[in-house]
């Protein structure tokens, strides 16, 4: 098992940018999958951006060109850099890891997951609030 913390919600404008991080109790050297997912008020938790096993990273279409994951593996943290948000970005983030998805599937939680199922052991969130 994981156990994972997520930091850096608020509240920003339009156009602003946040960071979110989430730390791991496992090393995030590699060897999992490990990603951001969001929801919406009144809406399914959709996946946002992940890194699978080999490093490689995965964006949901809404955000690519304007979220970017990375991992600081001496720190065992994931961030989440967010720029040009819009109000249709505003949701509780939450950081999750599948400790035994492949890649294929990996990259399926950040481009087309919905819903609460899966092998996802999840953190607490963090909340994102941008406004007009």
């Given at each position: 098992?994981?156990?994972?913390?997520?930091?850096?919600?608020?509240?920003?404008?339009?156009?602003?940018?946040?960071?979110?991080?989430?730390?791991?109790?496992?090393?995030?050297?590699?060897?999992?999958?490990?990603?951001?997912?969001?929801?919406?008020?009144?809406?399914?938790?959709?996946?946002?951006?992940?890194?699978?096993?080999?490093?490689?990273?995965?964006?949901?279409?809404?955000?690519?060109?304007?979220?970017?994951?990375?991992?600081?593996?001496?720190?065992?943290?994931?961030?989440?850099?967010?720029?040009?948000?819009?109000?249709?970005?505003?949701?509780?983030?939450?950081?999750?890891?599948?400790?035994?998805?492949?890649?294929?599937?990996?990259?399926?939680?950040?481009?087309?997951?919905s819903g609460t199922g899966g092998a996802l052991t999840w953190g607490q969130g963090t909340l994102v609030i941008v406004s007009s």
């Amino acid at each position: 098992q994981v156990q994972l913390v997520e930091s850096g919600g608020g509240s920003v404008q339009s156009g602003g940018s946040l960071r979110l991080s989430c730390t791991a109790s496992l090393s995030t050297r590699g060897g999992y999958c490990i990603g951001w997912f969001r929801q919406a008020p009144g809406e399914e938790r959709e996946g946002v951006a992940v890194i699978d096993v080999n490093g490689s990273t995965t964006y949901r279409d809404s955000v690519k060109g304007r979220f970017t994951i990375s991992r600081d593996n001496a720190k065992n943290t994931l961030y989440l850099q967010m720029n040009t948000l819009n109000p249709e970005d505003t949701a509780m983030y939450y950081c999750a890891a599948d400790l035994s998805a492949p890649p294929g599937t990996c990259a399926w939680y950040a481009r087309e997951y919905s819903g609460t199922g899966g092998a996802l052991t999840w953190g607490q969130g963090t909340l994102v609030i941008v406004s007009s």
